[in-house]
């Protein structure tokens, strides 16, 4: 018998070294080309956390042959709702969903924001009729769209990106870019 | 020749239905083993936010042959300090961390939680002198280690792992399984 080799530092069941395969999904839906470094603030969009059991995996600065290098996320067994696509289409500006059926791209959709924006965020100007009456929905313009900027209707305070990715992302949150 | 099928809601660059491949990494740190769920703690953990052009991919609740379920996370260009292992040992204690070094694990080293452990947490008791005086390192013993639990060398209380999750992920965050 010739001696068994030791291979202490490889593990035969996964060669991480070379690649991470992440397991074909059946079902779900596939964001790809997010803005480099957005991939938490769309799973935070979501909700997800990993903790409920969610079948996750996202990808950060990855190269690109359209963006140079983006973000991309992939979550099993769901579907985004418009809303959810909506409030990504904020901090993702050129985001495109793939929702995947039965192992096969059922529907492309690239992102688009809208000339207008409702009630996704408040108002940055704390006097807002909308921040200080209730039953009133936020309406904005889209000023710029890369990164989104808003301008309120009622009161024409701009709204900057910073503090649409706070709102977002909640106030505690510091994963956007500063 | 046969027609050519025509397959409009597939994208030829990218087949993102099938299988999503992340990048090799000639030089990084494979966490894998992550307790399920606990990858963006991870993340985390490592100031890893992807604002920084940190090229990063993460997978959560996938399949491991040993755990059940599983969380991974691929950090690219950079190898571990024993703190932040140390930090990660408090959350993931079955982790195992793969150092890649031109596109090979140079070492792998499977996480351990120590009998003992200084100054990575705060004792839960505020009243303790490790928090009370200022120049005192806290020290605790590991009561349990998964999850991590532990007992304050000074005044014997002890410290929950949702108060170490909490300390390390910093107060507002509520990445941890509750």
Known sequence: MTPKRTKPAQTPALDVSK??????????????HITAGYALAVLQILGITGANGEVVSIAMNVQSQKLGKMDVSKVEGRELTSDEINRIAMVAPNATINIIRNYEVHQKQRITVPDHVEGIVRCANPSCITNRERG???????????????RCNYCQRVTSHDNIIAQLLGKSQQLAQQ
Chains 1, 2 share one sequence.
């Open 19 to 32: 690649e991470l395969r992440i397991q074909k999904i059946s079902a779900g839906t596939v964001v790809d």
């Open 136 to 150: 009133i929905t936020s309406r904005f313009a889209v000023v710029e769209r890369t990164p989104v900027t808003l």
